[in-house]
């Protein structure tokens, strides 16, 4: 299996521009998580689908952040409009059994936005 | 907020000795897993125990959890070089997620 496999790896934006963050889980994984990473603030979950259906979504910073999972081997994490502060970087993860479960990440998109 | 908090917050040994990171967390937990991070890269698996579990081995890797002190700790046998990245505790709370520590950079001399 190919893993968790996420695009692109580095993203470079200008502030007011929109970034959409793509995420494919491993197949037969019913569960998707999108995590940020920053120095300051560590690992956080944002949001988390089971069954393509978002579950919770309190981790989501603001109404500028939202995400998308259309089908079961597709997920969109997209923010609208960025700010330098989006600045991290975004992982996302699957789980065959649950969130409670180990998760598989992907390798991470690196986000900067000037 | 952080459930896991790991300590030391860094930690440098030659190769061959072991490393040994710590993790407290303050609420009832289901299990607790350690992840591995290598610089630039995602987090990768390495052990789950669960909670009614109190040692666990997996190859040079031992994981304990005590309850009743609300901690765990990982102990990496005869370290190597590759050993060398963050190590992060997750706990696994009521609902389904985790919430991971601040990790542990673990520095591997030749």
């Known amino acids: 299996d190919a893993g968790v496999i996420q695009s692109p790896r580095h993203e470079v934006t200008e502030m007011g521009q929109e970034v959409t963050l793509r995420c494919k889980p491993i197949?037969?994984?019913?569960?998707l998580f999108w995590y940020r990473q920053t120095m300051m603030r560590g690992l956080e979950l944002l949001i988390y689908?089971?069954?393509?259906?978002?579950?919770?979504d309190s981790g989501m910073p603001e109404d500028r952040f939202s995400a998308k999972m259309p089908n079961a081997s597709f997920s969109t994490l997209k923010i609208q409009p960025s700010e330098p502060r989006d600045s991290a970087v975004y992982f996302c993860?699957?789980?065959?059994?649950?969130?409670?479960?180990?998760?598989?990440f992907g390798p991470g998109t690196r986000l900067l936005v000037l | 907020s952080q459930q896991g908090e790991e300590d030391p917050q860094a930690l440098s040994i030659q190769e061959g000795e072991n490393a040994t990171m710590n993790c407290s967390y303050k609420?009832?937990?289901?299990?607790l897993q350690w992840y591995r991070q290598n610089s630039g890269r995602g987090l990768v698996h390495l052990i789950l125990?669960?909670?009614?579990?109190r040692e666990k081995h997996s190859g040079r890797l031992r994981v304990t959890l005590d309850t009743s002190k609300k901690s765990s700790s990982l102990l990496i046998t005869a370290s190597r070089a590759a050993d060398t990245a963050s190590y992060f505790c997750?706990?696994?709370?009521?609902?389904?997620?985790?919430?991971f520590g601040q990790g542990t950079r673990l520095t591997i001399n030749p």
């Open positions: 997750a706990t696994a709370q009521g609902a389904q997620k985790l919430v």
């Open positions: 125990i669960r909670s009614n579990e």
């Open positions: 689908f089971n069954n393509n259906v978002p579950i919770d």
């Open positions: 609420t009832s937990i289901n299990n």
């Open positions: 993860a699957s789980s065959i059994a649950g969130g409670h479960e180990t998760q598989y």
């Open positions: 197949s037969g994984h019913d569960y």
